[in-house]
């Protein structure tokens, strides 16, 4: 009964941290607004540059053999009528619930200059060519060993990376996800924005290439 009632303690101490912990990403949306889920974890919507943007956390519990996961995402939505699908995924072990990656239909061989290791799935032939368009600001968004997804459609682009990990003891014992020193740095999130608008203009050159 203690045991349960510690539990019950600390999971509703873990809600209430979790609310703050995107709050040093305060003003770097235009127009923010703020959601946050049963679970706690925030999602702050406004703009960037002129276009909605999320920037979400994703409690992942379904990693098997290693400890939950949290993970930043944040999505610049873009329109961009007739842009083939494309997404990169690091790491996979099949449980990545929040990924569209495995259900793009077409694999793409990762560029030269880009880990080996990758998934890259696309909508069809010309994902191949956006890949290879791409492929120098994704090489540089992947020598950082967080990023674990990159998502490229015509609604926008996404970034996924990692945030934080859970602390062993409560989830070996209670399987409670608790995540140490998650709140998300401000400059990550600025630094994923401007990851995220330099795909913006190498989509735009893409564009003009395939009109010209």
């Given at each position: 009964i203690v045991i349960s009632i510690l539990a019950i303690r600390d999971h509703r101490k873990a809600i209430n941290a979790r609310r703050?912990?995107?709050?040093?990403?305060?003003?770097?949306?235009?127009?923010?607004?703020?959601n946050f889920g049963e679970d706690g974890f925030p999602t702050l919507a406004g703009k960037h540059r002129n276009c909605a943007t999320t920037i979400k956390l994703i409690s992942d519990t379904m990693v098997?053999?290693?400890?939950?996961q949290l993970w930043l995402s944040i999505t610049v939505r873009q329109g961009r009528r007739?842009?083939?699908?494309?997404?990169?995924?690091?790491r996979y072990s099949g449980n990545e619930f929040y990924a569209p990656t495995m259900d793009l239909p077409?694999?793409?061989?990762?560029?030269?200059?880009?880990?080996?290791?990758?998934?890259?799935?696309?909508?069809?032939?010309?994902?191949?060519q956006l890949c290879l368009h791409l492929a120098p600001q994704l090489a540089e968004i992947l020598t950082d060993t967080r990023v674990k997804e990159i998502t490229i459609g015509q609604r926008g682009?996404?970034?996924?990376?990692?945030?934080?990990?859970?602390?062993?003891?409560?989830?070996?014992?209670?399987r409670q996800a608790v995540f140490d020193d998650a709140v998300v740095p401000r400059q990550d999130a600025q630094q994923t924005l401007l990851?995220?608008?330099?795909?913006?203009?190498?989509?735009?050159?893409?564009?003009?290439?395939?009109?010209?």
């Open positions: 703050t912990l995107l709050d040093s990403c305060r003003g770097l949306l235009e127009e923010e607004t703020w098997i053999r290693r400890l939950p007739g842009c083939p699908a494309l997404s990169i995924l690091t077409q694999w793409i061989e990762a560029p030269e200059g880009l880990p080996k290791e990758i998934i890259v799935r696309g909508s069809g032939p010309r994902s191949q682009v996404r970034i996924v990376r990692q945030a934080s990990e859970g602390r062993r003891g409560e989830y070996l014992l209670l990851q995220i608008d330099a795909i913006h203009r190498a989509l735009a050159m893409f564009d003009q290439d395939l009109v010209a």
